[in-house]
């Protein structure tokens, strides 16, 4: 077992997972700002750790977001056994270089979460200068037919797929991987290998799941589109040179407060918050790190809200 990245990976979906919180849907939910290129490439091998401590973070992660029913409202929102919150990820590219972001959506729950959170993946529409070729061109509406394990691989098997349209060159294509492989390490608890098949056919060779293709720099909470309180606590977690985390908070494009502070470097990722406080209105997170050689944008991640 690789220790380091067993910890890791628990660190990134625990740290996910648990800024699931509440939130007022009365509240608009507005689209993410965009402050300028994604993220450089974490360089990493595909090497994942034991299954136990998948398993552990598969249940934290597959948490469902539900918030509290207001009495003085006459219709309450209901949990529904009809749909299934899963972790899917989105892309984020500076130049050639593309990373993953974790992002909660509620899809149609089935007997079968693995189904459902590829499915997820397929129906889930990036916001900002995110994207995701599932969505847009590999298997938009797709007809997931099975989810299987065996033969130490978990084969996808699509009904139709744009292999061709899907796999524009090799950077996108291996993160459009990372993106299916990320997305049922939750949902299966399984460290295998990710095969997709059109038809029963395969389509490309197996993927591991790998922690090191997600961003640098990751913002958890507050989510976009929430309704928060003042002050307000900003939380994610982060790898970066010499531990370094800078941010900003924006109103209207103007900062309006900023300031830095430590997490995760050296290969170990770690959490990082910061507290503001901040007047009613909407406002934009940002978390970002730069190179000390030449003060280039290396590392970003950004959320919208608002404060009541």
């Excluded at 590829?118 to 298997?139: K, N, Q, Y």
């Excluded at 492989?181 to 389509?203: I, M, N, R, Y």
């Amino acid at each position: 077992m690789n220790r380091e990245l067993d910890n890791e990976l628990r660190t990134i979906l625990r740290s996910h997972a648990e800024s699931v919180q509440p939130t007022d849907h009365l509240g608009a939910i507005r689209a993410r700002t965009q402050n300028g290129p994604a993220m450089q490439w974490w360089r990493r091998p595909l090497v994942l750790a034991g299954g136990a401590a998948l398993v552990a973070a598969s249940v934290v992660v597959g948490a469902v977001l539900l918030a509290d029913p207001d009495p003085a409202d006459p219709d309450p929102p209901m949990a529904s056994s009809a749909t299934r919150e899963v972790t899917v990820f989105e892309l984020g590219e500076v130049g050639a270089r593309v990373w993953l972001y974790p992002v909660r959506f509620t899809t149609t729950r089935t007997d079968d979460e693995a189904v459902d959170a590829v499915r997820a993946l397929t129906e889930h529409e990036p916001t900002g200068d995110r994207f995701s070729l599932w969505h847009d061109m590999c298997a938009p509406g797709a007809d997931v037919r099975a989810v299987q394990i065996a033969g130490g691989v978990v084969t996808i098997d699509f009904a139709t797929f744009a292999g061709e349209t899907c796999n524009v060159e090799p950077q996108t294509s291996m993160a459009t991987r990372q993106q299916l492989a990320l997305t049922l390490l939750p949902a299966t608890g399984k460290l295998l290998p990710v095969q997709l098949t059109v038809d029963g056919s395969p389509d490309g060779r197996p993927v591991s799941a790998d922690p090191g293709a997600l961003s640098p720099v990751v913002i958890d909470s507050p989510d976009n589109g929430t309704l928060v309180s003042s002050p307000v606590r900003v939380t994610g977690t982060s790898d970066t040179f010499e531990a370094n985390v800078q941010w900003q908070v924006l109103r209207d494009g103007e900062v309006v407060d900023e300031g830095f502070t430590s997490s995760g470097t050296m290969g170990e990722r770690g959490p990082f918050q910061f507290t503001v406080d901040l007047p009613p209105g909407t406002y934009t997170a940002r978390a970002y790190a730069t190179s000390a050689e030449d003060g280039r944008l290396v590392a970003e991640d950004t959320k919208t809200f608002t404060v009541r």
